[in-house]
């Protein structure tokens, strides 16, 4: 049995949420179980973009401030880093951690921010889609690794929590390769569990106080779930957060293919919960995107019908002019280069798009929509 801690906390008042992780370290054994008086933990945080902290996009400095101070005061080193969406350089972190609040969380508690931008090639034999990982240089100077995960949902894997943040370990364009490697959804969904493995986290934490439903990761509406989750177990802590969303666990790629690997059972069955009741976090009418890379006729078909069948059912991103400000974000970010700019407006060659929604998740301004057939809406329903 794994034991996941669920706690409640209503908002970011700093004492509250201090008050929270305290208790989920109780849950789980104390501090000391996990990182050593000394030694250097990386406090990998989801900072996919510039954001502010209320647009609930990002995990909220008031998370990252009392889990830091906690550390600290246990004598840990605390090195706080992503690797966001878009190139990894030193003057785009700036802008993140400025907006994202992380500066002040430095100052105030004595954390570094990682500006360490080089990427190292870790091995990884025993991964079943990715045998090599192109990984940022920190992990591998650090002692231990925190996972910060943000409670939302996502276009693309309908849900990202703790596995899928630990795709942030892989260095900065190197994710828009994996995703042109990987267009099928079951593929790239194993290859988030690979990464997730070789990060390897001691402890993984949820900000789910104010989580993000809808068009998340970046264009979905703030959403109060009011919940501090936190394991040792980020594949058990997703089961917990995704049935807290009124989301059944394996619909979720990611939680399929755990369970497939048998690093979790896709329920609560094998999972000791201690903290709150989960009854009082679950929520009904949480608003969950439909899946956009669904193979609905997988086994039931020839592969070369299913290829047409499904390339008629494809969503497509949209991109709504009169919204957009002509920033570039998503042709530079597109992973196969596929979005020109024409009078400073995006254009998309729809024959080479591989439908990864890169484009969606990193507008700024919400510029990017995903249009599904509706045969496919009344397919994804049955
Ligand atoms: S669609 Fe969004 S990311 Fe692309 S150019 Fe317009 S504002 Fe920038
Ligand atoms: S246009 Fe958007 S969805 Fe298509 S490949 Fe580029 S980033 Fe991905």
Redesign the pocket.
């Known amino acids: 049995m794994e034991i996941v801690s669920l706690i409640k906390c209503d908002d970011y008042r700093y004492e509250k949420v201090r008050q929270a992780l305290e208790k989920s370290f109780e849950n789980l054994g104390g501090v000391k179980k996990y990182v050593n008086h000394g030694e250097t933990a990386l406090l990998k945080l989801n900072l996919l973009m510039k954001k502010k902290p209320e647009e609930a996009t990002t995990t909220h400095p008031v998370f990252a401030k009392a889990l830091a101070e906690i550390l600290i005061e246990h004598g840990v080193k605390v090195i706080i880093g992503d690797s966001p969406g878009g190139p990894f350089n030193e003057k785009i972190l700036k802008g993140i951690y400025k907006v994202c609040g992380m500066e002040e969380v430095a100052k105030d508690t004595g954390a570094i921010l990682n500006y360490n931008t080089n990427s190292v090639d870790i091995k990884n034999e025993n991964g079943l889609i990715l045998k090599r990982i192109t990984a940022i240089e920190i992990l591998e100077k650090v002692d231990k690794v925190i996972s910060v995960s943000k409670l939302k949902t996502h276009g693309m894997m309908m849900f990202t929590g703790a596995v899928k943040n630990m795709f942030g370990i892989v260095a900065g364009l190197d994710k828009a390769e994996y995703h042109v490697r990987m267009p099928n959804n079951k593929d790239f969904s194993n290859a988030l569990v690979d990464i997730c493995l070789v990060a390897d986290p001691v402890l993984s934490f949820m900000d789910g106080i104010v989580g993000m439903e809808g068009a998340g990761p970046s264009g979905g509406d703030p959403r109060k779930v009011g919940a501090v989750i936190a394991s040792t177990s980020p594949y058990h802590l997703d089961v917990v957060a995704t049935s807290i969303i009124g989301l059944k666990p394996t619909k979720v790629p990611t939680v399929q293919r755990c369970v497939e690997r048998g690093l979790c059972k896709g329920n609560l069955d094998d999972i000791k919960l201690k903290g709150d009741r989960i009854e009082e976090f679950i929520l009904n009418d949480f608003v969950i995107p439909e899946i956009r890379s669904l193979d609905l006729l997988e086994g039931k078909l020839p592969k070369f019908m299913r290829d047409i069948i499904n390339g008629l059912l494809q969503p497509k991103p949209v991109?709504i002019h009169e919204k957009?400000?002509?920033?570039?974000?998503?042709?530079k970010n597109c992973p196969p280069h596929v979005i020109k700019m024409v009078d400073n407006r995006?254009i998309v060659n729809l024959d080479e798009c591989i439908r990864c929604f890169c484009?969606q998740e990193?507008?700024?301004?919400k510029?990017?929509d995903i249009h599904r057939p509706l045969l496919m809406k009344l397919l994804s329903r049955l």
């Open positions: 991109f957009c400000m002509g920033c570039s974000d998503c042709a995006p484009c990193l507008c700024p301004v510029a990017v």
